[in-house]
């Protein structure tokens, strides 16, 4: 976690850069055996419904720019998120930029929607961060 902070300290002045573009590549979610990770929360009629939310989880922290709490959701989760370390950096550049910016998710899917513990999943989510406007 500290690394992950220092090295968001020092990409922070690039996001303030207009010319510069920033390409953060995660996967969320493996779910199955093969993968395994089977965490089902049994709130949900499905288990993709438990994966969505459970991935949804993430998205929210991510959104609201809090690295301490996405360090915490993936330490008692353990979601299986590859990407969650340059995803860290993100959210540590992102309060040591100059510029405020905001963080919304796009887009979200499943490469199959599990029904049965013998199936497995990858989920994917897309975000961009903006430049919050200063009117």
Known sequence: PEAEAQYGR???PYLDDPATLFI?????CHWGRRFNYTRYDTRYAQICESIEALDHQGMKLIEDQNAAGFRAYLGE???TIC???PISVLLHALPAARHQHDVKFVRYAQSSRVTQ???SS???ASAVVSRRSTS
């Open 77 to 79: 989760s353990k979601n």
């Open 24 to 28: 953060v590549s995660s996967d969320f």
């Open 10 to 12: 020092v990409l922070a």
């Open 117 to 119: 513990k013998s199936d």
């Open 122 to 124: 990858v989920s994917y």
């Open 83 to 85: 990407g969650q370390h």
